[in-house]
């Protein structure tokens, strides 16, 4: 799969601004460029970490998507998510975030993830997570 295959991006994803940069392999680069709106500190303008979270979770989904065993039919849902806070990130810069889905199993895709700024070996934060599988990609019809 590469960047052209992954259309849409999730709508939280899109709500702060999320892009995605590139898909290698196994793979996916995301940003979400500074904007004032996210935050969450105005005596300083550092982002919110709640942006940190969010978009350490998209990524990391879009990397399961990138798997090359991954079926565009399949569905996926967060089953756990656990962050290292690092250092705050700096205001003004963008956040970039690299996530790897390094084993997709029949029921569970599990993930890493670093989010950055100017330097990867520079982190501000890093994820590990494990998304459950095969739930329904079309919503349920009311009964």
Known sequence: MDKDDLEHLPPHGEA???????????????????????????DTGIIHGGVITAT??????WAVRCHEDWAMEMGMATLDLRIDY??????????????ECYKLAKNIAFVRAVAYQDDIEDQ???SVAAFMLGTP???RADS
């Open 56 to 61: 350490l979770d998209n990524a990391s989904g």
């Open 86 to 99: 690092m250092r705050p990130a700096e205001p003004f810069k963008d956040l970039m975030v690299q996530a």
């Open 124 to 126: 501000v934060a890093t």
């Open 16 to 42: 702060i601004g999320m892009s995605l940069v590139s898909v290698v392999g196994r793979v996916c680069t995301v940003k979400v460029p500074y904007a004032e709106h996210l935050v969450g500190d105005p």
């Open 137 to 139: 990609n079309t919503p």
